[in-house]
């Protein structure tokens, strides 16, 4: 079993920057393909990020390229989005996300690929 726990959101301006961190519990994490979603009121949830087990491969979302950026520390269970140049549209309930089959290949953009999830952590963006 892995919990996750987010940290790192809160309200910005345009222009902002944010870093949002996952705190991973438990002995595969430095095995687990990690991703972060997000959802919007009144959204379903959607891909943001992710990043393959050895952090040799990343993957983002259109809406976030050169914006974001997926990073982890294995050392520390931890996994990172650094976020600049926040826009209006940014604004959500930001999700943590692991796989539970390790080793995994290309990271998944599909939320059903990811076992583990965290509660979730605000992200506002105001104009």
């Known amino acids: 079993q892995v919990q996750l726990v987010e940290s790192g959101g809160g309200s910005v301006q345009a222009g902002g920057s944010l870093r949002l961190s996952c705190a991973a519990s438990g002995r595969t994490f430095s095995s687990s393909t990690m991703g972060w979603f997000r959802q919007a009121p009144g959204n379903e949830r959607e891909f943001v990020a992710a990043?393959?087990?050895?952090?040799?491969?990343?993957v983002y979302a259109d809406s976030v390229k050169d914006r974001f950026t997926i990073s982890r520390d294995n050392a520390k269970n931890t996994v990172y989005l650094q976020m600049n140049s926040l826009k209006p549209e940014d604004t959500a309930v930001y999700y943590c996300a692991a796989e539970k089959s390790p080793f995994t290949g290309v990271p998944s953009r599909r939320a059903s690929a990811y076992d583990y999830w965290g509660q979730g952590t605000q992200v506002t963006v105001s104009s």
């Open positions: 990043i393959r087990w050895n952090g040799r491969s990343t």
